[in-house]
């Protein structure tokens, strides 16, 4: 059974930095595109960063271009979201997605796998 299990969520201060980690099992990670959305409180699910199977490929949102950073491991079978410069609107919960498919990846859509989620509040 496919498992992705994010980790690194917590409170910080605006302008401080976190970083997110999303480890997978069960799938042949370096053959999946991996993404990060987020879901604030009565928002919809938005996309945030996304990587593609070799790393060579990021996407990001443009609310969070120029401050986060998506990167990924294959060796770990982990991919990561630096998240600096925080501000109170970037407080959500964090999920990782993985997506066989190399198109659409702002789209939730091309996502099959999802992880549970981890909280991320920033406080002004």
């Known amino acids: 059974q496919v498992q992705l299990v994010e980790s690194g969520g917590g409170l910080v201060q605006a302008g401080g930095s976190l970083r997110l980690s999303c480890a997978a099992s069960?799938?042949?990670?370096?053959?999946?595109?991996m993404a990060w959305f987020r879901q604030a409180p009565g928002k919809e699910r938005e996309f945030v960063a996304a990587i593609s199977w070799s790393g060579g490929n990021t996407y990001y949102a443009d609310s969070v271009k120029g401050r986060f950073t998506i990167s990924r491991d294959n060796a770990k079978n982990t991919v990561y979201l630096q998240m600096n410069s925080l501000k109170p609107e970037d407080t959500a919960v964090y999920y990782c997605?993985?997506?066989?498919?190399?198109?659409?990846?702002?789209?939730?859509?091309?996502?099959?796998?999802w992880g549970q989620g981890t909280q991320v509040t920033v406080s002004s």
């Open positions: 997605a993985a997506s066989i498919q190399e198109w659409g990846l702002r789209e939730s859509s091309a996502y099959r796998y």
């Open positions: 069960q799938l042949i990670f370096s053959r999946y595109a």
